[in-house]
């Protein structure tokens, strides 16, 4: 049986201050996860404020949208595909008392996704 397929993607321009940007990512998660991809997102830079609580909530990805970017992330992290703060981003733009999503499994920096674009078995892009 062979090695399902892996992907990881880095959120980084995708941010808050340009919210019809964020979904892209989401969206190819979540269909890369339907053909049974192994995924995982990474947020870095300005982008992780996405991962804060109430955030992607307050932005739509467009004047007329009915769902919201948090609604968008729910979704990716009901489907089991684990969302990664970087942990120099983290430490820039989330405050000492703000709290992350539900969805966040916790901090994986610069490192680990370097690790997922040399390691062969892997597959990345960069948002």
Request: proline letters at 7%; charged letters at 15%.
């Amino acid at each position: 049986m062979s090695e399902p397929a892996r992907l990881a993607l880095l959120v980084w321009a995708a941010t808050p201050d340009h919210p019809a940007l964020a979904v892209t990512p989401l969206v190819h998660a979540l269909a890369a996860h339907a053909l049974d991809c192994e995924v995982e997102i990474h947020f870095a830079g300005p982008a992780v404020r996405w991962l804060v609580e109430g955030v992607a909530d307050a932005a739509r990805v467009a004047p007329a949208s009915e769902k919201s970017v948090g609604a968008w992330l729910r979704e990716v992290a009901a489907a089991g595909i684990p969302l990664y703060a970087c942990g120099m981003a983290r430490a820039a733009w989330i405050g000492e008392h703000e709290q992350l999503i539900p969805g966040c499994r916790g901090v994986a920096g610069a490192t680990a996704f370097v690790a997922r674009q040399i390691d062969p078995a892997w597959r990345t892009a960069v948002f």
